[in-house]
């Protein structure tokens, strides 16, 4: 099975703008994961969507938004960037159904840099 | 909430020694899951072992091992014969097993560096 896929791997961005990363997570899997890895607050849950939904949401401000597509597929959307926005942006994925472990598989990550 | 205490921010061994990354968990649930992550400088976080808080039997796989230990809330990680190849980040994380919230919480991680 392919593994988890990310787009783009590196990008640069300016203050104010926008951006829109996305993920497609391993086929079959139906639930996306979103993280956030900063050196200073380390690696923080953004979000996870299961079934086009969002089933969980962590401490982010709503400039952090995310969607997901009937094929599994997730964007993640961060708006009006800061600074402190840079960091690499890691998706997760898994089944998401109801088997207990739902092992969660990573993909390479978005490296985000705001200047 | 659950939180995950890495003490160790670097720990620097030469080839073949073995080593242990140290790992303490927070959690008020009584049944989780607790992992290990690994995280070479490609940035992908890879998945190494898990274990469920109703299992406390420690394993060896290959030349990893763990030592899980409820009473003092501790998930310890051992590489035996360190390679170069081990060099990376280290990743303890915990989950908890019941309801819909699938989100890990990570420690802060433990930058292993094996010399040869």
């Known amino acids: 099975k392919a593994g988890v896929t990310q787009t783009p791997r590196y990008l640069i961005k300016t203050r104010g703008q926008q951006v829109t990363l996305s993920c497609s997570p391993i086929s079959g899997h139906r639930s996306v994961s979103w993280y956030q890895q900063t050196p200073g607050q380390g690696l923080q849950f953004l979000f996870e969507y299961f079934s086009e939904t969002q089933r969980n949401k962590g401490n982010f401000p709503g400039r952090f938004s995310g969607r997901q597509f009937s094929n599994s597929r997730s964007e993640m959307n961060v708006s009006t960037l800061e600074l402190g926005d840079s960091a690499l942006y890691l998706c997760?994925?898994?089944?998401?159904?109801?088997?207990?472990?739902?092992?969660?598989?990573f993909g390479p990550g978005t490296r985000l840099t705001v200047l | 909430a659950q939180k995950v205490t890495q003490a160790q921010t670097e720990i620097s061994v030469v080839e073949k020694e073995d080593v242990t990354l140290d790992c303490v968990y927070e959690?008020?649930?009584?049944?989780?899951?607790l992992f290990w992550y690994k995280q070479p400088p490609s940035g992908e976080l890879v998945f190494l072992i898990r274990?469920?808080?109703?299992?406390?039997q420690n394993e060896i796989s290959g030349r990893y091992s763990w030592n899980f230990q409820k009473s003092t809330s501790s998930f310890n990680f051992t590489i035996t014969a360190s390679q170069v190849v081990d060099s990376a980040v280290y990743f303890c994380?915990?989950?908890?097993?019941?309801?819909?919230?699938?989100?890990?919480?990570f420690g802060s991680g433990t930058q292993l560096t094996v010399l040869p």
């Open positions: 997760a994925s898994s089944s998401g159904g109801t088997d207990r472990v739902n092992e969660q598989f």
């Open positions: 994380a915990t989950r908890i097993s019941s309801g819909s919230a699938r989100q890990l919480t």
């Open positions: 274990r469920n808080s109703f299992d406390e």
């Open positions: 959690t008020r649930d009584t049944t989780y899951y």
